[in-house]
């Protein structure tokens, strides 16, 4: 598993924070409709943003792929298709869907599609913005 470390180092109330990213794979097969992935995030603080990078964008997909981010109790990121995961603009960090949400727990991963995947695999990866405590 290839993590990403940004050296993005601030400061926050006194103590000293830094942006660090994990990242899930997703894929859905062709035939199938969904995906699931239970997963203890590497770093421990509070998620800030998710990105979703679509390795099969070539494909275009005319019905809704959602992506749903919850832990054993509620809905962390709710249910939305995968296209609003997307950065549509500004800097690298703008472009992550803003959430918040603590990363000590296990979180589930799901994308369910609408219809069964016809024409080409669905490969993704989300990526997960943390700020963690130095």
């Known amino acids: 598993m290839h993590v990403l470390c940004l050296k993005a180092f601030f400061l926050k109330s006194n103590i000293i924070m830094k942006i660090v990213y994990d990242k899930v794979d997703i894929s ?5 409709t969904p995906f699931s992935q239970n ?8 998620c ?4 979703l990078i679509d390795f099969s ?7 809704a792929i959602n992506i749903n981010v919850s832990d054993s109790s509620n ?7 995968f296209r609003d995961f997307i950065p549509n603009g500004g800097g690298y ?13 296990e979180i589930t991963i799901d994308a369910i599609s609408s219809q069964a995947i ?14 963690e405590e130095c």
């Open 28 to 32: 859905i097969a062709i035939g199938a």
């Open 39 to 46: 997963k203890t995030l590497k770093y421990k603080g509070t």
């Open 48 to 51: 800030k943003g998710v990105k």
């Open 57 to 63: 964008s070539a494909t275009p997909r005319a019905h």
């Open 75 to 81: 809905a962390l990121i709710g249910s939305t298709d």
């Open 93 to 105: 960090k703008e472009g992550f869907k803003t959430c918040e949400f603590d990363t000590k727990t």
């Open 118 to 131: 016809a024409t080409a695999d669905f490969k993704a990866q989300l990526i997960f913005m943390i700020e």
